[in-house]
């Protein structure tokens, strides 16, 4: 069973850094799609980044497109969301997600993933 637990978020101004990390534990295939989510307040979970952990390839929605970063560090199981020129519509709970891979298909949307973190709350104000 693979547990993932998110931190490193916060309350910060408009403008400013931050980086999450998800501490990935369990692994149970050789290889994932590992992805961040985001809710913002009233709205439905969407996707912000994803990054296959065999090749390092990745995704990113536009809105977030020169803004994130999303990276892995595979000697400490962990990974990360860099999130610099942070706007207050990037206000939302962080999520962290795992898909096995191998199944034909890269996943983007949350129904596609099957394992999820508890959240991590960014607060941007203007």
């Known amino acids: 069973q693979v547990q993932l637990v998110e931190s490193g978020g916060g309350p910060l101004q408009a403008g400013g850094s931050l980086r999450l990390s998800c501490a990935v534990s369990?692994?149970?295939?050789?290889?994932?799609?590992m992805g961040w989510f985001r809710q913002p307040p009233g709205k439905e979970r969407e996707g912000v980044a994803t990054i296959y952990t065999r090749t390092g390839s990745t995704y990113y929605a536009d809105s977030v497109k020169g803004r994130f970063t999303i990276s892995q560090d595979n000697s400490k199981n962990t990974l990360y969301l860099q999130m610099n020129s942070l706007k207050p519509e990037d206000t939302g709970m962080y999520y962290c997600?795992?898909?096995?891979?191998?199944?034909?298909?890269?996943?983007?949307?949350?129904?596609?993933?099957?394992?999820w973190g508890q959240g991590t709350q960014v607060t941007v104000s203007s």
């Open positions: 997600a795992a898909a096995p891979a191998g199944r034909g298909y890269r996943p983007r949307l949350a129904a596609d993933f099957d394992y």
């Open positions: 369990g692994y149970a295939y050789s290889s994932y799609y």
